[in-house]
């Protein structure tokens, strides 16, 4: 199995990648960001999901609480006040003093014998500053899976997705820096729709994980934003996918620019100046399900 350390802002999509990375990679460490909600709250959600798998053995280390630049932008009005809200979580025990992000990933990739991976599923403020701090680590570093982008339309402006958005200066950092990327946006995330009758199928499996993901997803799903269409996305799940089953998808290797700031802000364009990034263009939608359905079933 894949050693993968995984940076995310659950969230509700988050934590159901969370899920699936346990079964499909090795998780060696989780570190979280402000995006979907504030850092105080990714960090507990990350810390809940974990304790609901009965793998509170991965340490979570909380980042970066704001953008690089930028003031921070939540997602509340999809996630929910808590981040994941729809489902009551039991209490969590009182928190060992954590360490944070930067320490884990520091300790992380120097300790490594081989290349560890890492799936990026919130803003890249992490990534990014943990980038600038550690060239001399980079031969540590493996894939860089990442759900973000669109070459299309956007989901928080019309031309902007949003974990770009939130911190365009750390997604320019990150496709800049010469890493292996695998970029999984909205062009294949709006493709793969977790339709309804998903949410019944979670209830098979066993609880907490089975009753926790029914309702997290019955409110997901009827958020505003998700409700006119035919299924929720469930974008962060892909770059997980990406990473082990990277040929479910069809990939265009391209130039990519950021647009950091003004009316483009977030936005992911091809464009001749740019770093090359492997970008996921096209998605197997029912190859995608059996491989995501084979991973959650295992928590039957
Ligand atoms: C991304 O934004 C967040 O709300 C989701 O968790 C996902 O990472 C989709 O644009
Ligand atoms: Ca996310």
């Known amino acids: 199995m894949l050693k993968v350390l995984c940076d995310m802002d659950p969230g509700h999509d988050d934590a159901l990648a969370l899920l699936v990375a346990l079964k499909v990679v090795e998780v060696v460490g989780v570190t979280t960001v402000a995006g979907n909600q504030t850092l105080r709250k990714t960090t507990v959600n990350a810390r809940r999901v974990l304790r609901a798998a009965e793998r509170e053995d991965i340490r979570v280390a909380p980042g970066r609480g704001q953008p690089l630049f930028y003031p921070l932008v939540t997602a509340g009005e999809i996630h929910g006040e808590s981040g994941l809200d729809g489902y009551s979580f039991p209490v969590l025990p009182e928190l060992i003093p954590m360490i944070g992000a930067n320490e884990l990933l520091e300790c992380t990739f120097s300790k490594a014998l081989e290349p560890i991976d890492w799936i990026a599923t919130g803003p890249l403020s992490n990534v990014a500053a943990f980038l600038l701090g550690h060239p001399h680590l980079f031969e ?161």
């Not at 929720?232 to 950021?258: C, M």
């Open 140 to 300: 540590s570093i493996g894939t860089l899976s990442i759900m973000g982008g669109s070459l299309g339309r956007g989901n928080i402006t019309d031309s902007a997705e949003f974990n770009i958005f939130v911190d365009p200066d750390a997604a320019d950092i990150v496709m800049h820096s010469g890493l292996n990327i695998r970029m999984a946006g909205l062009d294949v995330t709006h493709k793969a729709l977790l339709t309804p009758d998903a949410h019944a199928r979670f209830r098979e499996l066993a609880d907490p994980i089975g009753e926790m993901l029914f309702a997290l997803f019955s409110f997901y799903g009827s958020r505003e934003v998700n409700a006119g269409r035919q299924g929720a996305p469930i974008h962060d799940v892909l770059a997980v996918a990406a990473l082990v089953e990277p040929d479910l998808f069809n990939w265009q290797k391209t130039p990519l620019i950021v647009h950091r700031q003004g009316e483009c802000r977030g936005a992911t364009r091809r464009g001749q100046d740019g770093p090359y990034i492997s970008v996921a263009v096209d998605i197997d939608v029912q190859s995608f399900f059996e491989w995501f359905w084979q991973a959650l079933d295992q928590y039957r």
